[in-house]
């Protein structure tokens, strides 16, 4: 796929709100974090959906079903339906069932998300690799998945069984912090077999492919914490996005971002979709955005005046991609970090 090099975040004089038909939103560091509403969701979610924006909930977490998920926002105060509830379980079920027979059995190594969403497409989710299954499903099965469950996946795909992964993030945000995820427990299963599986969730295709068919979205934005992961996934679905600073993703990892990892827009949190966004210039032989100018010099990013830090960040953004061109900018940002406190 052929795309054009982004150098710089984009401008927008409409509110992002205005500008797209749905927003296609993740959850873990943007919505909440450690089951907590973050600061300004709940209230910016409400305003763009009495805008007239629709608003998706899209997660590569299998574990919970979108019944589950969707109790969950109701009761922080965000009003969701299960339908508005997009899950990698429902992403790697419909591709699955293009794959198997109608009816075929499906080994599960997971939680009750993948069992829900396999049922939907109309197969019989089993337990065991003795079971016959036509195929074998991992996802986030949660801290008390047995271990033996590893296993029963190794015994089916080692016999040749097609095997699928919801999705293969290595790690998930918890209360306590940063736990293993379903790509640590797909890499045991892999490490085992030597086979690779097909894999649904975000950034792929399938994924994206499920969001828009259940939202029938026409302008979607993606809204998302993480570069490998919600803004590689609306690259890879030619679509635009918008990165909020609330979750994994700090001002170094954005600087440095390769082109299929940089956003269409940065903000500090949701309050971001409904506002414009400023436009970035070029000023002499660095970029303009606020009070801020930003140069790419021999060895480090540099950065003068003054103003919000935001538009200090995206100042930085251009000069640092621009001067990577389609690699990674290797600059050193340090000082002009520090002055914007990032």
């Known amino acids: 796929m052929s795309q054009r090099v982004r150098t710089r ?12 038909d749905t927003a296609l939103l993740d959850l873990d560091g943007v919505v909440y974090a450690g089951g907590n509403a973050i600061a300004h969701a709940v209230e910016s979610l409400a305003t763009a ?40 379980a429902q992403a790697v079920a419909r591709l699955i069932s293009e794959q198997v027979p109608a009816g075929a059995r499906v080994l599960v190594i997971g939680g009750e998300g993948l069992r829900v969403a396999l049922r939907e497409r109309g197969l019989e989710p089993v337990e065991s690799a003795d079971d016959d299954p036509a195929a074998v499903v991992q ?4 801290p008390d998945l047995p271990w033996g469950r590893f296993a029963e996946a190794s ?36 490490i085992a077999t030597g086979a690779e599986p097909q894999v649904a969730g975000k950034p792929l295709p399938p994924m994206h492919r499920e969001t828009i068919l259940r939202t029938g979205a026409e ?31 700090d001002g170094p990892r954005l600087l440095a971002a390769p082109p299929q990892h940089r956003p269409t827009y940065v903000d500090a949190d949701l309050r971001g979709m ?12 660095g970029f303009r955005c606020g009070g801020w100018t930003a140069t790419a010099g021999k060895e480090r990013l540099e950065l003068d005046g003054d103003g919000e830090a935001l538009d200090g960040l995206r100042a930085l953004c251009a000069a640092a991609w621009t001067a990577a061109g389609d690699g990674v900018c290797e600059l050193d940002a340090g000082k002009a970090l520090a ?3 990032l």
Do not use: C, K
């Open 274 to 285: 409904l506002t414009g966004q400023p436009e970035i210039v070029e000023a002499g032989e």
């Open 219 to 249: 302008r979607p934005l993606v809204v998302g914490d993480r570069l490998d992961t919600d803004i590689e996934g609306a690259f890879n679905g030619e679509v635009d996005s918008l990165l909020v600073l609330t979750g994994v993703t």
């Open 49 to 88: 959906r009495e805008g007239g924006m629709n608003l998706a909930y899209v997660t590569n977490n299998a574990l919970r079903t979108p019944d589950a998920v969707a109790g969950h926002l109701t009761e922080l105060g965000i009003p969701t339906g299960a339908e508005d509830v997009i899950t990698s």
């Open 155 to 190: 015994y089916a795909v080692a016999r040749g069984v097609p095997w699928f992964a919801s999705n293969t993030d290595l790690t998930i945000p918890s209360g306590r912090g940063i736990a293993p995820g379903n790509g640590a427990a797909v890499e045991v299963v892999r």
């Open 139 to 142: 996802g986030f099965g949660g």
């Open 339 to 341: 002055r914007l406190g």
């Open 9 to 20: 975040p984009e401008g927008s004089g409409q509110a992002l709100s205005e500008a797209y």
